[in-house]
């Protein structure tokens, strides 16, 4: 049967062209949605069971804080967290070296609000009177940076140690 | 683990302590009136038994009238028992080491992986756990256990007050919340009274519960009347059934305290030596006061002595 090149036929081949056109610009749709919706998502995710003063912690927080730890605290309190060695036993002038701030210390027995108050004030402010080498941060860094410092450490706890000091900080009704 | 253990096989030591001993439980309260100021002396109470340790260890089982001399492992310079555990005594000896008796001080055993070398000045029991002990080894610090002597670790070095280091010579686990998630270690010094939380992050002063709230606030602080500074505390003991309620041995006198050690009062002027307090009554004490055994019922109001005069 010979071909039918008739109106008809022009009629076939616009419907095609108009289907490969709305093809391609549902394609297009499709990809510019896929886009949309993949810049949508939250580019700056919660962290996943980890809170500070009762407000939800960012990955971008903690990232940011490892940096700030590193230039405030890893000289002394070390670069893996792991604490002055011999830390438990006094230097020659009567104070105690800087401890560790993964598990192996005793950071995560302290609340949330009692840890910002140490690193902004130093330790006199939980403890009047007590000598100790460590600085009070007040001057040199934002509330925001000792945020994102403490979310840094505490983000290295192992499950344990962030439930008990959770809890710990859930009790802490004080000032 | 390995243990040292006596009290299974008699030979002629044992036979020895045993004749001795049961001329010593008549000439016993002799022995304790002879007891001066400043010996080195322990007591504590195994539910009703009352133990004494003064040169020898001695078991009373009603309230001090008579005294059994029991054998140790060596020089007991502290005793500490545990309410829920009754029957265990751990006792910190001179010659260095904790050794544990299960079974009210009859016999005793010594872990072999035992505490460096040096004198046990003080034990204590943690209140909410009876296999935690802690024991402070003279010129170095307090160390802990977490499996009932078996093992031992560092837990934190000695206070530095009055720009040095002190001794700890006596120590109470007081159920008291830290706000850490744990209680109180309080200890006494050579020079006072001093704390630190089962955390071990940093010895401190007693203080009132709100007196940080004041501060900030910028009121006026708390009350307080503290023990009398510069005196060493030779003893010190926390009621299991109100731990709040406390009570200190100094050479100026028994004291004791209603509130956690923010407040004392002295309850015995003669030089006091030791004291612990009944496992279920907060008034009922034992105190080695002016060398005497003595006993109150009505938390140090009144004292009553024990045994043959």
């Known amino acids: 049967m010979p071909m039918n090149k008739g109106p008809k036929d022009r009629s076939a081949k616009c419907t095609v062209r108009r289907s490969v056109h709305l093809a391609a610009l549902v394609s297009a749709l499709a990809t510019t949605g896929v886009v949309v919706l993949a810049q949508s998502e939250p580019v700056d995710p919660r962290v996943e069971g980890l809170t500070f003063l009762g407000e939800p912690v960012l990955a971008s927080q903690v990232m940011a804080g490892q940096q700030l730890y590193a230039d405030n605290c890893a000289s002394c309190h070390g670069a893996s967290l792991e604490g002055q060695p011999d830390w438990r036993r006094r230097l020659d002038t009567g104070r105690m070296p800087a401890p560790p701030h993964d598990d192996s210390g005793h950071t995560w027995h302290h609340s949330d609000r009692m840890l910002f108050q140490i690193t902004k004030g130093g330790v006199g402010a939980v403890v009047p009177g007590y000598e100790s080498d460590m600085p009070a941060f007040g001057e040199d860094l934002t509330d925001a940076e000792i945020a994102a410092i403490l979310v840094y450490i505490k983000s290295t706890w192992p499950e344990r140690q962030r439930e008990f000091q959770a809890e710990v900080s859930a009790n802490d009704t004080g000032g | ?309």
């Open chain 2, 1 to 309: 683990m390995k243990s040292i253990e006596i009290g299974c096989r008699p030979n002629r030591r044992k036979v020895l302590a045993a004749v001795l001993g049961s001329g010593l439980a008549t000439v016993l309260p002799r022995l304790v009136q002879a007891a001066v100021d400043g010996d080195p002396a322990a007591l504590a109470f195994d539910g009703d038994t009352i133990l004494l340790a003064d040169r020898g260890l001695f078991v009373s089982d009603d309230a001090g009238q008579t005294w059994t001399a029991a054998e140790t492992l060596g020089n007991v310079l502290s005793l500490a028992t545990h309410r829920d555990r009754p029957g265990r005594v751990v006792a910190g000896l001179a010659e260095g080491g904790v050794s544990i008796s299960e079974d009210g001080g009859a016999s005793w055993r010594i872990f072999e992986a035992r505490l460096p070398d040096g004198e046990i000045t003080a034990v204590a029991i943690a209140s909410r756990n009876p296999d935690m002990i802690y024991a402070s080894l003279r010129g170095d610090g307090l160390w802990k256990s977490e499996d009932a002597g078996a093992t031992w670790s560092l837990a934190m070095d000695r206070p530095w007050l009055d720009d040095a280091e002190r001794e700890l010579l006596s120590l109470a686990s007081v159920e008291l919340e830290t706000g850490m998630g744990g209680i109180w270690i309080y200890a006494g010094t050579e020079v006072g009274l001093t704390r630190v939380p089962d955390c071990f992050c940093r010895w401190q002063d007693v203080q009132p519960g709100n007196a940080m709230d004041a501060l900030v606030a910028g009121e006026a602080p708390p009350s307080e009347a503290p023990l009398p500074g510069g005196e060493p505390i030779l003893s010190l003991a926390s009621a299991p059934s109100a731990p709040e309620v406390m009570y200190a041995a100094l050479r100026s006198g028994l004291w004791a305290s209603q509130d956690g050690g923010v407040i004392w009062q002295k309850r015995a002027s003669k030089a006091a030596t030791a004291v612990a307090v009944h496992p279920r009554d907060e008034t009922y004490i034992a105190a080695l006061l002016g060398g005497i055994l003595k006993i109150s019922r009505d938390g140090g109001a009144t004292w009553i002595e024990t045994g043959e005069r």
